[in-house]
């Protein structure tokens, strides 16, 4: 799963605190030097880059996308208002230029001129506004509309301009405004929500650096150059996204250069030292993602209604073990849902849920759970059993679940797990509230809003509050911070929110990973920064000489 606004739709993939483990791909224009004569490199256009992935997408139109896949390609076809630059900053994409009110409820846009659509129209301030009217319709079913609902009015000024008016100041104002809700309005305007779902969402026309070429599901997605981008073609052809559920695969793939970058598990990164052919030909990029992996509980099941039950069960599950374990010690334990390294993580919750087995059996045995000759708890003669669901070709879900099972067994508790296909997983189980408990992860961005993951409001489907987390106070927290706007004061509502968060437990927080990316060396122009390594792939470029597939 993923959870996304711009502020992190371009992060649950983007958004990193990026170190380089090895050396760095070249930059698209290098000063080499030679005989003392500096050369200016000038990059070249053609080949494809093919990615590995072990998903497929779900529907390629970013206001109805939950998953990260989905959203990493709608990205290249859709652009936004705005976006992040490397350092952070918001910057404008179709936006020229933004004017923000000194009372902070107003902002106006000014569009650059001259964007179109693949179809050559123009794009406008009414293809805003016709976005902007679609996800705040009560009957599209987007998970992001919280957001546009703090909008008072919307006026169009003029074709290339338009203005926002919020009912109050509202801290995710102005990142809202990602690449949600631009969408051609001379194509939409007259179709209903089936049509957007069925056939704009499997075959979108955009206005970004790439569009989709072929979507053969579950096989590969295809995107080839927009020559309608407005920036400048992009350099590569093609970027091709080949599904490859099994992790192994996946890796074999790489050896035998049939992919050109795939994210490594925690074993395939150490394979990696006894790989010269992949060492030699590959460039690996290891840093702390912007994410979480967590056990999250139904808390409509009976098991789970009490919190201490969920307490004791996260006091249970040593997360040492399962970073040593199931990542090979590529990640950290996870004690919530914000890295520690982001000025609103607060340190305090690390006492709160410590691996502590004795404690968990007294908690349970308050919550009214007695050990059984069998060695198994009882409550009202029924034996505490669960199944824990996570997706298929993510190893280090797969060992953490098992972990958690021989954890969770010494206390009498019998765990078991099922596996199973992502979008299966997602749409008949996740979206349905069909599950016990599930591991899963969330990619957020560099603002500590969760409204969408732990408000109440966002209990049903497609709400992405999944669990039915239901806290008046957290609500209430969730809400404050989104209309304050000072930075020391939203830190301790943040602060506040993540004590209760830990102390009810709707999920158990497991880890956060290291990303372990794996580039073919003959793509030029990556330029690791603190937004990430994939932000600027219309720039990447491969020269002549190492070229390796001719598009016609």
């Known amino acids: 799963m993923v959870f996304y606004r711009i502020s992190s739709l371009l992060s649950f993939i983007l958004i990193i605190h990026l170190t380089s483990l090895f050396s760095v791909a070249e930059l698209p224009k290098k000063l080499q030097e030679n005989d003392g004569i500096a050369k200016v490199i000038k990059p070249d256009f053609g080949d494809a880059l093919v990615i590995g992935t072990i998903a497929d997408a779900s529907i390629l139109l970013p206001m109805l996308a939950t998953d990260a896949m989905s959203h990493n390609v709608a990205r290249h076809i859709f652009r ?71 909008v008072k009015e919307f006026k169009v000024l003029h074709p290339h301009a338009f203005k926002v008016i919020y009912k109050r100041p509202f801290a995710l104002a102005l990142s809202s405004w990602g690449n949600l809700v631009v969408l051609p309005r001379h194509l939409l305007q007259d179709k209903d929500l089936k ?8 075959r979108p026309l955009g206005n970004g650096p790439y569009k989709l070429k072929t979507w053969e599901t579950q096989n590969r997605i295809i995107l080839e150059y927009n020559p309608t981008y407005s920036e400048g073609r992009a350099y590569l052809d093609r970027l091709i996204y080949r599904v490859i559920p099994d992790p192994s ?12 970058w795939i994210t490594l598990t925690p074993l395939q990164f150490r394979k990696v030292e006894e790989e010269p052919k ?38 249970a599950i040593d997360k040492r073990r399962i970073v040593g374990g199931a990542l090979l010690g590529q990640g950290i334990q996870a004690y919530g849902p914000y890295k520690p390294d982001a000025w609103f993580y607060n340190p305090n919750i690390e006492k709160i849920c410590s ?25 009202d003669g029924k034996p505490f059993e669960f199944t824990i669901l996570t997706n298929q070709g993510n190893l280090a879900r797969l060992l953490a679940a098992q972990i958690i099972q021989q954890d969770l067994s010494k206390l009498g508790i019998k765990v078991n797990i099922r596996v199973m296909e992502w979008t299966t997983l997602i749409h008949q189980f996740i979206d349905k509230r069909r599950f016990q408990a599930v591991i899963l992860g969330w990619t957020t961005g560099p603002d500590p809003d969760l409204y969408d993951i732990f408000h109440s409001s966002k209990v049903k489907s497609p709400g992405l509050n999944f669990v039915g987390y239901q806290n008046p106070e957290v609500d209430r927290l969730l809400e404050e911070g ?71």
């Not at 049509?195 to 499997?202: P, S, W």
């Not at 702390?288 to 056990?295: G, W």
């Not at 004795?358 to 009882?378: N, P, Q, S, V």
Request: charged share 30%; net charge neutral; hydrophobic share 35%.
């Open 80 to 150: 936004g208002i705005v976006e992040y630059a490397p350092d952070l900053s918001i910057v404008g994409d179709l936006a020229e230029r933004f004017e923000v009110s000194k009372d902070q409820r107003e902002i106006t846009f000014y569009l650059k001129r001259g964007v179109k659509w693949e179809d050559g129209v123009e794009v406008t301030a009414y293809d805003v506004e016709f976005g902007f009217k679609l996800i705040t319709n009560p009957e599209i079913p987007s998970s992001y509309a919280s957001d546009f609902l703090e």
């Open 195 to 202: 049509y957007l779902q069925g056939v704009f969402g499997r």
């Open 249 to 260: 695969t996946l890796f074999m793939e790489l050896r035998s250069f049939g992919v050109d």
């Open 278 to 315: 992949v060492k030699e030909n590959f460039q690996i990029y290891r840093y702390l993602a912007f994410a979480y992996t967590y056990l999250g509980y139904n808390l409509r099941d009976p098991l789970f209604k009490d919190k201490r039950v969920r307490k004791a069960l996260c006091h």
């Open 355 to 379: 691996y502590d087995p004795e404690k968990a059996l007294k908690l349970l045995e308050e919550a009214g759970f007695k050990r059984g000759g069998d060695g198994i708890l009882y409550k």
């Open 482 to 552: 989104r209309y304050t706007l000072d930075r020391e004061k939203r830190k301790a509502i943040y602060f506040k929110m993540q004590e209760l968060l830990v102390e009810d437990q709707p999920y158990t927080f497991l880890y956060i990973p290291m990303s372990l990316e794996a580039i073919h060396k003959r793509f030029r122009g990556i330029k690791p920064s603190a937004i990430g390594i994939s932000y600027n792939i219309e720039r990447w470029w491969v020269p002549k000489s190492e070229q390796k597939y001719i598009v016609p």
